[in-house]
């Protein structure tokens, strides 16, 4: 299963956003996608998961067309988002989240389980009295204990504690390790330094620059493109 | 029979002490709608129309030829009113064969042009512009709401038309090119009113109308014969179009101890009222009925169990018994099929309004506004309605009939006023 | 006394009435952000559904739940044909159920002519308790309807498909992102909110006219229950029924019908200024 786009326009409404966008994601590798602000990289996960149409190019999971494909079909077909805001039904509880992201009651314990002793056993609690950080865990947990083989992470480690970004960190490799493809869109170059396999920078809609896990000075050139 | 008819109505037309025909035209077409000799045909057609109709008085009028004189109809076939279209629209077609088969307008066939206001003002002055401007319509008769009236009249007004409102309405129009021939309250009231405060030994009464001016101005009226004739109201109550919910006014009328209820509501409202009284204990068994609207289809559907003994004030109901209107409606009928929208008061005076119209045409041997209208003062007839005439005040003196709904759902007239005159007044 | 409790039982009767047949709109609105301005038109549906089941000599309560089923497959087909295609888009389907108000109106009246119609009352008469007499049936509408309204709620608050359609209300795009086929949960939102105006149609059916225009008299109230009562919160109907009945029966109990009337508008617009119309918020 192999994740694709193909010269993706998208934006909001009569403003563009991408313009033109190619990059795919395959089993087996995480790809970081880094850019600053308003790079477009949230609207790029959005037009991914089906939540905004795509003005032009094309989308293809595992070599079908899935452009103008519904999300709930795009996630029955294997894709899966965490976003970075309004990642989980705030009013209801967590249980409930859980339950609407496909995970039977019989599952909730391992899911919760999945960033220690942090979210255990909070079943019955309302989603939106959790912590920013908890919330983030909850919906990166949701996403990653789903069978989907591509996911879509976005800003994942936004809020957490240092020892549960570790968390996250060993959970991607190991959806790696499974054969699932990961986009993991990061601002904060460590995590992605540390697990990405490859690179692609977002700047203004377009892609500026791509890079491979490995190459010399792409820590410092990645760098160069976030700061101000 | 319907050319006796006619034939009758225009005979009546220049009758003896109602000098209202001055012109000299009233000897011209002393027999009109009298028929021509020979069918004219186009070649030598010369001959002016008004002399035509007035030269040999046969037994069979000719058939009419020429350029017709059209009648429009401003009537209501879609949205609430809409519910009393067909019965005008049935009529329309009687208009045409009955005035036709006697021989015409001064000679001229007749068509009718029919246009609908959708119960809207709005729709009903763009109606009358059609009439006016498109089909080029000799005169307009109306049954509508006086909402779209008051909306229509301008344009008939500066375009010089005739314009007869030929349905029940509230009274007090006056204009210089119309006619109000539909009952207003004061005849539906005046003599009523005592009439069935004897009958029922009731005196007191509650008013319950739907909240506009025909209501309004009903009870107005209905007041002052209430008092006169030693009644006292006890409650009056308006309630929006529309209403559905009657529960709180069923309670006021029965702690009002009103002895007599006058209904004053209109469609689904008058349904709604009655079906729910009922329950409440104070339907037409309790406390008696008196209404001035209620018609066939609405009494139909509150089924006789609800309205058995109510009885209702109209200028025409179809059960009225004199052999012209027995002819008349059993031809209804048959035309238009047993379970054709019935025949009732408002397509009645259309069909009258008509016959009128034509009798006044025939009388003034032109369809000028000015000479027309003069023609129509004074005017009377006699149709399957009973006997009727134009007043001074360019209304109607007619019959007013009391129909009693009896348990198997029909109505039985059980009283009738003959020539009653309206209290209106209007010189323009 | 005795008049204290029968306008308590009349105001009662007229919630119980509001409720039901605001239920439908309160859901359509609240789960799927659409304006539906043929509500009333599914009522008078309702209604002649009761009409035809009385004329082939069944019945009135069967009526109840054909009416149901009727006005389901109807919302369902129309959820699919029209509303589906463009209920991203508010103002369109503001148009597009007007458009289709007048259809049905329009269809009915072929079917039907324009002549009013009606069902006897299956219970007629007056039943005594707590000392007054009130009619039997309005009784039964109080209670039936109170069922129809707290049962559907029930299932939109406490099931598996409540949740999944509380979800698309809550957050749409995340409900999409989750999966969840919201296409499936607008079908059923709309079938359930037609079904409910049906039910409501059949109810009230004994205690009026039938006609193909009398739903365009049920609109207003059932929007002023809806807009009382809080646009997103699917209880919000009883509440606002509640609100709407006792201003009301209180004003016509104090002075008459027709300043209840301007009261109910009122309040309409002193609520339309307490509350915006949460459009952007229904459909992000």
Redesign the interface.
């Known amino acids: 299963m192999r994740f694709e786009a193909h010269g993706l326009r998208s934006g909001y409404g009569s403003v563009p956003v991408l313009h033109g966008v190619s990059f795919c994601v395959a089993q087996g590798e995480i790809v970081a996608l880094v850019g600053r602000n308003g790079a477009g990289k949230t609207t790029l996960v959005?037009t991914m998961?089906?939540?905004l149409r795509a003005t032009g190019g094309q989308l293809r999971l595992g070599g079908a067309d899935i452009t103008r494909v519904?999300?709930?079909r795009r996630?029955?077909a294997g894709l899966r988002?965490a976003?970075q805001e309004?990642?989980?039904?705030s009013?209801?509880s967590v249980g409930?989240n859980l339950?609407?992201?496909?995970h039977p009651p019989a599952e909730h314990g391992r899911v919760l389980g999945m960033f220690g002793e942090s979210l255990a056993g909070r079943e019955a609690q309302r989603a939106g009295t959790l912590s920013g950080g908890e919330q983030k865990m909850l919906a990166a947990a949701s996403a990653l204990a789903s069978t989907a083989s591509i996911l879509l992470m976005d800003e994942p480690t936004e809020g957490l504690q240092p020892s549960n970004v570790g968390l996250l960190g060993d959970a991607l490799a190991l959806a790696r390790q499974q054969g699932r493809g990961v986009l993991l869109v990061e601002q904060h170059l460590a995590l992605a330094l540390r697990l990405a396999d490859r690179f692609v920078v977002l700047e203004k809609g377009e892609i500026v620059d791509t890079g491979t896990a490995g190459e010399a000075g792409l820590g410092d050139r990645l760098s160069g493109r976030l700061a101000l | 029979m319907m050319a006796l008819l006619l034939g009758m109505a225009a005979a009546c037309a220049t009758s003896d002490d109602e000098p209202a025909v001055a012109e000299p035209a009233a000897t011209e077409a002393e027999a009109a709608p009298a028929p021509v000799d020979e069918p004219t045909d186009d070649g030598d057609a010369a001959p002016e129309p008004t002399e035509a109709p007035a030269t040999t008085a046969a037994d069979e009028p000719a058939e009419p030829s020429g350029e017709p004189v059209r009648i429009g109809i401003l009537f209501s076939n879609?949205?609430?009113a809409?519910?009393f279209?067909?019965p005008t629209a049935n009529i329309a077609e009687f208009i045409e064969e009955d005035i036709n088969a006697a021989g015409g307008i001064n000679g001229r066939p007749v068509e009718t042009y029919l246009a609908d206001d959708a119960t809207d003002p709005a729709v009903g002055r763009q109606a009358m512009e059609q009439l006016i401007e498109s089909d080029g319509v000799d005169v307009v008769l109306g049954t509508h709401s006086s909402a779209t009236r008051e909306a229509a009249e301008p344009l008939a007004e500066d375009a010089g038309v005739l314009y007869i409102y030929a349905a029940l309405y509230e009274g007090g129009e006056c204009s210089p090119v119309m006619f109000n021939t539909g009952e207003v309250p004061s005849q539906q009231l005046a003599p009523v009113i005592p009439w069935m405060m004897d009958e029922t030994g009731g005196s007191t009464w509650f008013l319950l109308g739907n909240?506009y001016v025909w209501p309004r101005r009903s009870f107005e009226l209905a007041r002052q014969y209430i008092e006169a004739a030693g009644g006292e109201v006890v409650g009056e109550?308006?309630?929006?179009l529309?209403?559905?919910?009657f529960?709180?006014?069923a309670?006021q009328i029965a702690?009002s101890g009103a002895d007599l209820i006058f209904p004053a509501l209109v469609?689904?409202?008058?349904?709604?009222f009655e079906?729910?009284a009922?329950?409440?204990?104070i339907g037409q068994s309790a406390i008696p009925r008196l209404a001035n609207i209620y018609e066939e289809?609405?009494l139909?559907?509150?089924?006789p169990?609800v309205t058995a003994g109510m009885r209702v004030t109209l200028g025409y109901f179809k059960e009225v018994d004199n052999p012209a209107n027995n002819a008349f409606v059993a031809r209804y009928f048959e035309q238009f099929g047993a379970d054709a929208?019935p025949h009732m008061t408002f397509s009645s005076h259309i069909y009258d309004a008509a016959l009128l119209y034509a009798a006044a045409a025939n009388a003034a041997g032109t369809t000028d506004t000015a000479a027309v209208a003069a023609a129509l003062e004074g005017l009377s007839l006699s149709t399957p309605t009973g006997d009727i005439s134009i007043t001074g005040s360019r209304h109607l003196a007619q019959p007013i009939y009391v129909a009693e709904i009896q348990s198997d759902g029909s109505q039985l007239i059980v009283q009738s006023f003959p020539a009653v005159e309206p209290d209106e007044t209007c010189s323009p | 006394m005795d008049?204290l409790t029968?306008?308590l039982?009349?105001g009662l009767?007229?919630f119980a009435?509001l409720a039901i047949v605001a239920l439908g709109l309160g859901i359509v609105f609240g789960l799927m952000g659409i304006i539906n301005l043929a509500h009333g038109e599914f009522v008078m549906i309702g209604a002649y559904v009761a009409y035809v089941t009385h004329a082939n000599g069944l019945s009135h309560w069967l009526s109840l739940p054909l009416a149901a089923v009727v006005l389901f497959v109807l919302g369902a087909c129309i959820e699919v044909g029209l509303i589906r295609r463009i209920h991203r888009r508010p103002e369109v389907t503001i148009l597009a159920t007007f458009g289709l108000s007048i259809c049905l109106r329009q269809a009915v009246e072929l079917i039907f002519?324009?002549?009013?119609?009606?069902v006897?009352?299956p219970v007629?008469?007056?039943t005594r308790a707590l000392g007054v007499?009130f009619?039997?049936?309005?009784y039964v509408l109080i209670g039936i309807a109170v069922v129809v309204v707290v049962v559907t709620l029930l299932a939109f608050t406490r099931s598996?498909f409540g949740?999944?359609v509380?979800?698309i209300v809550?957050?749409r795009?995340?409900?999409?992102?989750?999966?969840?086929?919201?296409?499936i949960a607008n079908f059923c939102a709309f079938g359930i909110g037609a079904a409910t105006a049906g039910i409501a149609g059949a109810l009230?059916a004994?205690?009026?006219?039938?006609?193909p225009?009398?739903g365009?008299?049920?609109l207003p109230g059932a929007f002023l229950v809806v807009i009382v009562g809080g646009f997103n919160r699917l209880w919000g109907v009883i509440a606002g029924a509640l609100v709407v009945a006792a201003v009301q029966?209180g004003v016509?109990?104090f002075y008459?019908?027709?300043w209840a009337?301007i009261a109910s508008l009122a309040l309409a617009v002193l609520m339309l200024q307490l509350r915006r119309v949460p459009v952007e918020a229904a459909n992000p």
């Open positions: 959005r998961i089906g939540l519904p999300p709930s996630v029955r988002a976003f309004r990642s989980l039904f009013q209801f409930d339950r609407l992201s496909g | 879609s949205g609430p809409g519910i279209g067909q909240d109550e308006y309630v929006p529309g209403t559905q919910d529960s709180s006014v309670q702690g469609g689904g409202d008058a349904i709604a079906t729910q009922v329950d409440f204990g289809n609405v139909g559907v509150m089924g169990s929208p | 008049a029968l306008e039982l009349n009767s007229l009435t002519t324009k002549d009013f119609r009606g006897p009352n007629p008469g007056a007499l009619p039997t049936y309005r598996r949740l999944t509380r979800a809550a957050d795009d995340l409900a999409d992102a989750c999966g969840v086929r919201t296409g009230v004994p205690l009026g006219a039938i006609e225009q009398a365009l008299a049920y029966t016509i109990h008459d019908a027709v009337q």
